[in-house]
């Protein structure tokens, strides 16, 4: 008859035989889109988690254990082959009228809303009626947006030849060449321009920003059909995070409005 300690001892090796064998729960990868689009995403090629996204990233994984999210470099032109080819499982903080509509896709609302506005050089005599009119006025835009006073036409051609714009990759830019009289009205996202003045604090009093706004950007989260996660579990995640206080924390500093969302099913869109 064979000891106490060696019957545990065999027991506790068999144990761990099986363990070794069964498969483990991990965790399912969700591949999300991280394209320049700054403040929310800065510069993802170049390896800095430098923006918002991924603090909402690292608020999600750490909320769950079922789904492990990850970034993958892409960008804004590119990102719809990305999602069709299944190179990445969702792209954030879009709409689903910027180009989506012929790419099989779940939206999710996010209850995220920012707005696009229009800053000039402050002078003596400029007041708001100045952003009324843009016709005759040399506009500086991000390549790849889609503006609604071009009709989210975001072709660069088109913008430089029905709206004397030029169209670069930085935002940046686009206030600098306005601060310098290479631009008369840069458009800039309020979340970006908000973070702007504080890098730069000396900068505010040199700008005009307008009362009107270009349009409000209500964000949603674009799926792909084979995603590993659904759009209602992904719902389901993000209204953790504002149950817990995480999506004001993150959003609110940068004048992103945490709005309602609808309870309602994620919308699917299947191409024709």
Same mark, same amino acid.
């Given at each position: 008859?064979?000891?106490?300690?060696?019957?545990a001892?065999?027991?506790?090796?068999?144990?761990?035989?099986v363990s070794v064998?069964?498969? %483990?729960?991990?965790?399912?990868?969700?591949?999300i889109?991280?394209a320049?689009?700054p403040?929310y995403? /800065?510069r993802?090629?170049?390896?800095?988690?430098?923006?918002?996204?991924?603090?909402l990233?690292?608020?999600l994984?750490? %909320?769950?254990?079922?789904?492990?999210?990850?970034?993958?470099?892409t960008s804004?032109?590119?990102?719809f082959?990305?999602?069709?080819?299944?190179r990445?499982d969702?792209?954030?903080?879009?709409?689903?009228a910027?180009?989506?509509?012929?790419?099989?896709?779940?939206? &999710?609302?996010m209850?995220?809303e920012?707005?696009?506005?229009? /800053?000039?050089?402050?002078?003596?005599?400029?007041?708001?009626n100045y952003?009324?009119?843009?016709?005759?006025?040399?506009?500086?835009?991000?390549?790849?947006?889609?503006?609604?006073?071009?009709?989210?036409?975001?072709?660069?051609?088109?913008?430089?030849k029905?709206?004397n714009?030029? /169209?670069?990759?930085?935002?940046?830019?686009?206030?600098l060449?306005?601060? +310098?009289g290479?631009?008369d009205?840069?458009?800039?996202t309020?979340?970006?321009?908000?973070?702007?003045?504080?890098?730069?604090?000396?900068?505010? %009093?040199?700008?005009?920003?307008?009362?009107?706004?270009?349009?409000?950007?209500?964000h949603?989260a674009?799926?792909r059909?084979?995603?590993?996660?659904?759009?209602?579990a992904?719902?389901k995640?993000?209204q953790?995070?504002?149950?817990?206080?995480?999506?004001? +924390?993150?959003?609110d500093?940068?004048?992103?409005?945490?709005v309602? &969302?609808?309870? %309602?099913?994620?919308?699917?869109h299947?191409?024709?």
């Open positions: 008859m064979g000891s106490p300690i060696r019957t001892s065999r027991l506790l090796l068999a144990m761990l035989a064998m069964m498969p %483990s729960q991990a965790a399912q990868l969700v591949r889109g991280a320049h689009f403040p995403t /800065v993802p090629e170049s390896g800095a988690d430098t923006g918002l996204l991924p603090q990233v690292e608020a994984n750490a %909320s769950q254990s079922d789904y492990q999210f990850v970034l993958v470099p804004i032109p590119r990102r082959g990305d999602l069709k080819q299944g990445i969702m792209a954030i903080f879009e709409n689903p910027w180009g989506w509509e012929d790419i099989p896709h779940t939206t &999710v609302d209850g995220l920012d707005a696009e506005i229009f /800053v000039a050089q402050r002078l003596p005599d400029r007041q708001q952003f009324a009119d843009l016709s005759g006025k040399r506009l500086a835009l991000f390549s790849g947006y889609h503006y609604e006073f071009a009709n989210f036409n975001a072709e660069p051609q088109y913008l430089a029905n709206y714009a030029t /169209v670069t990759y930085s935002h940046d830019s686009n206030l060449m306005v601060l +310098r290479r631009a009205i840069a458009l800039v309020r979340s970006y321009l908000s973070d702007y003045f504080l890098r730069n604090l000396k900068v505010a %009093s040199e700008l005009l920003v307008s009362d009107r706004i270009d349009q409000i950007y209500h949603y674009i799926l059909p084979a995603a590993p996660i659904s759009g209602e992904f719902g995640l993000l953790g995070l504002r149950d817990n206080g995480q999506m004001l +924390r993150i959003f500093p940068y004048k992103i409005a945490v309602p &969302v609808p309870h %309602s099913e994620p919308a699917s299947v191409a024709n």
